[in-house]
Every structure is written in structure tokens, then in C-alpha cells.
């Protein structure tokens, strides 16, 4: 279950990153949203990530932000498959209380 959390948080941070700058909202679900703490705490490993994928510009995470019925968690797993990563729809299944963490930036 680990290795499934931490490749979902993989492909949302990849993918968020390679839509930098389009304001698009996107949300993890819960599971794999502890899967990108986990990622995001290895501070070192994640600015080299955001280094190598993002454009040289760190992805910030701004927590607690008000959870919404707004279909962005689903919509984030569409685009995670449109750009070619295989999402693992039970890990995405809790999406309708989810929301954005900080809609409409390059935050996380």
C-alpha cells in the first residue's frame, strides 16, 4: 500500500508541476496526499525534484485550505492519466470531500 500511496504522489506532483503556471486547481485525495507529505518531508530529494521538473521553481505546499464538493480530485486523476501515468482509481475513490489546497496557484 505504501509503494501504491507514493507512486500516486509521484505522478500528481509530476504532473502539477508539468502544468506549472495554468492554474488549474489540482487536488490529491487523502491516501495520496499522505503519500505527497511523505515526499515533500524529504526536503532535500523534493527541492531536486522540483529543480529537475519544474523549472528550477520549488512547488510550495499551502496546507488547510477549506475542503469542497468540487470534482477536482477526479479531474486531477483524469489529467494524471491524459498525461500518460496509470492512476490507481481505489487510491482516488475518496475524492468527493476534497478540494484544492490552494485553488488557483502553482501551490500545492
Known sequence: M????LD???A????AMGHRGE????APSTLVDIGV?????DTVAYAELCAQHNGGHFLHHV?????KDDGSVMRTAHLIAADGWEVDVPLWADAAPCGPCHPGSDSH
Not at 12 to 15: A, D, G, K, N
Not at 37 to 41: A, E, K, Q
Not at 63 to 67: A, D, G, I, R
Request: charged share 10%.
Open 23 to 26: 492554474a488549474l486547481g489540482l
Open 37 to 41: 507529505h511523505t515526499v515533500i518531508l
Open 12 to 15: 500528481y506532483l509530476l504532473t
Open 63 to 67: 496546507p488547510e485550505v477549506e475542503f
Open 2 to 5: 505504501a509503494a501504491r500511496v
Open 8 to 10: 500516486q504522489a509521484y
